[in-house]
């Protein structure tokens, strides 16, 4: 079974700031996602990563993906406040998607 | 725009009765997944779908059931609630290799 964890689990980043969030997965998956969820809604879809080396950038957040360190990132860039949300990183195999735990980012003004 | 829909919101049922939660996406997606979403331990699947009338275990089937007669439903069952089925519901679709869409979630409370 295929493992994803997720760094940190919680981030309090002051605006303005640079930060990363780490993806590790345990097994082979040539396909990573990230999702974003604000508190009390669904899971919205913000990059998929289909390949090694793929990079995808929207607005200050970027992703990227090494499967052969079975890492994924999101870099934040330049916090604002409506960041704030929980950021879930997912990996698929066997017809499957394996959720991280999530990471909840709080953007302090 | 992907619309995925789910029956309820909010759900609250006794221990022991039959719930039925429904999902419906307007996309032709042929996959359908059911999680639940529970603190701390992110999401974890319960079925999923990749075509009408197939269904597989994901890792947590216990105590659940699926229904998928037709493309664009995917039917969740309790077959006798619980307490600790308590959780957040969500139903996803998609098109391998590409991203999920959610529901809205039902957040259900079994007492």
């Known amino acids: 079974e295929l493992k994803v964890e997720q760094n940190p689990l919680f981030l309090s980043m002051q605006e303005g700031k640079n930060y990363t969030i780490y993806c590790n997965y345990s097994?082979?998956?040539?396909?990573l996602y990230w999702y974003r969820q604000d508190p009390g809604k669904s899971l919205e879809s913000l990059f998929v990563l289909l390949s090694n080396g793929a990079v995808k950038q929207e607005g200050r957040l970027m992703a990227s993906l090494d499967t052969k360190a079975r890492l994924s990132t999101l870099h934040i860039t330049a916090a604002v406040h409506d960041l704030s949300a929980t950021y879930f990183c997912a990996a698929f195999t066997g017809n499957q998607f394996y959720f991280g735990t999530g990471t909840s980012l709080t953007v302090i003004p | 725009d992907v619309k995925v829909t789910q029956s309820s919101r909010y759900l609250v049922k006794r221990t022991g009765e039959k719930v039925f939660l429904e999902c419906v996406q307007d996309m032709d997606h042929e996959n359908m997944f059911w999680y639940r979403q529970d603190p701390g331990l992110g999401l974890r699947l319960i079925y999923f779908?990749?075509?009408?009338?197939?269904?597989e275990k994901g890792d947590i089937p216990e105590g659940y059931s699926v229904s998928r007669e037709k493309k664009e439903r995917f039917s969740l069952i309790l077959e006798s609630a619980s307490t600790n089925q308590t959780s957040m519901y969500l139903c996803a679709s998609s098109t391998l290799p590409y991203e999920q869409y959610f529901g809205p979630g039902t957040r259900l409370t079994v007492t």
């Open positions: 097994t082979t998956s040539d396909r």
């Open positions: 779908s990749y075509d009408v009338k197939m269904k």
